[in-house]
């Protein structure tokens, strides 16, 4: 057991530094290939063999002179983060139960990487994301074959992230902004009147710890503007996933994964709001890393201006982190 986990560290550092060496030599864009790079490492589940792939990364930028892009784990159960997911499954909110399917797509693109004073380096990252869900229950009868839009939010935004000794943290700032689809408005005239255009700024802090195949993560937000401007300021995180170590069934690309993330806002009357998500991560079908998930949410919606409305869904989710 000992000999096969050494040759596989050695495999990890010697992939690492091959791929950097390659990306210096052949390609204009070097930093691309380092952020590729890290996602790589960030994708194995045994802590002592990615911190020796992230060590791998440092030593080639320490030859060239570059920081190392600083990565803060992928949360799978955070309903925000910039990512692709796709759910359908059963959506109770407003009193009626239908099926649904929630979308959303979304990008996080590192641009600078820097250190202050010969610190340890900051990575600052443009993070965008676009959520939509669908009321699909009675699609054949609808003349827009897609299903009735209900709400529509976008999100904007920047972050600094930095990578410690034993923990990391992200610092971001981010514009919100949702939107009621035609077809919700159309069935349901009364939100006419009532139609809240919501939107807001939020800065968060975010702090992450890895213990073994965990990740554990909490963090603060304060809300600097928000319309309408009665909205409750302060809002919280926490949550952990789990990324299996062991593959599933002996199948080398595929292993278990799971998530739970847990908010509040006080707008929301700090009802928390849990989204668990668990399933399997398929590694090697495609070009990027996918999970197949069960997802179960329950509590306030956090979709557009519903925040203070009770929302539970269940069903099954793709995932997959750009």
């Known amino acids: 057991m000992q000999l096969y986990l050494d040759k596989t560290w050695v495999h990890v550092l010697l992939l690492a530094s091959c791929t950097l060496s ?37 030593q080639n930028d320490a030859q060239d002179g570059r920081p ?12 925000t983060e910039a990512n692709l997911q796709i759910s359908y499954g059963q959506l109770d909110l407003l009193g009626a139960q239908n099926k649904a399917f929630l979308m959303g797509v979304g990008k996080r693109q590192s641009v600078k990487t ?12 443009v993070f965008g994301q676009i959520s939509s869900q669908f009321d699909v229950d009675q699609l054949s009868t609808r003349n827009n074959r897609g299903g009735a839009l209900i ?46 255009n919501l939107s807001y700024e939020a800065l ?14 909490a963090g603060l ?8 401007g009665s909205l409750g300021k302060i809002m919280w995180q926490a949550g952990g996933q789990y990324k299996g170590q062991k593959t599933w069934l002996d199948w080398p ?3 278990p994964v799971a998530g739970l993330d847990l908010k509040s806002w006080e707008a929301s009357e700090w009802t928390i709001n849990a989204t668990f998500r668990a399933g399997i991560e398929v590694s090697q079908l495609t070009d990027l890393p996918f999970q197949l998930l069960f997802e179960y949410q329950d509590g306030h919606s956090p979709y557009g201006q519903f925040y203070t409305d009770d929302l539970s869904f269940w069903g099954l989710t793709f995932l997959q982190n750009w």
């Open 68 to 79: 190392t892009v600083q990565v803060f784990p992928e949360l799978m159960a955070d309903l």
């Open 204 to 217: 968060r802090w975010t702090a992450a710890k890895s213990i073994k195949n965990f990740d554990l993560y």
């Open 151 to 196: 709400n529509t939010d976008f999100s904007i935004g920047g972050e600094l992230v930095q990578n410690l000794d034993s923990w990391s943290w992200r610092l971001s700032y981010t514009h919100k902004s949702t939107h009621l689809g035609d077809e919700f408005l159309i069935d349901n005239p009364e939100y006419q009147e009532s139609r809240l």
């Open 221 to 228: 937000g304060f809300i600097t503007r928000s319309e309408p």
């Open 114 to 125: 820097f250190s202050l004073n010969n610190d340890k380096a900051l990575t600052f990252n």
């Open 22 to 58: 390659l990306a210096n030599k052949q390609t204009s864009d070097p930093h691309s290939l380092l952020v590729s790079a890290l996602t790589a490492c960030q994708s194995i589940a045994d802590n002592e063999l990615r911190l020796a792939c992230y060590d791998a990364l440092k």
């Open 253 to 255: 690309q595929i292993r």
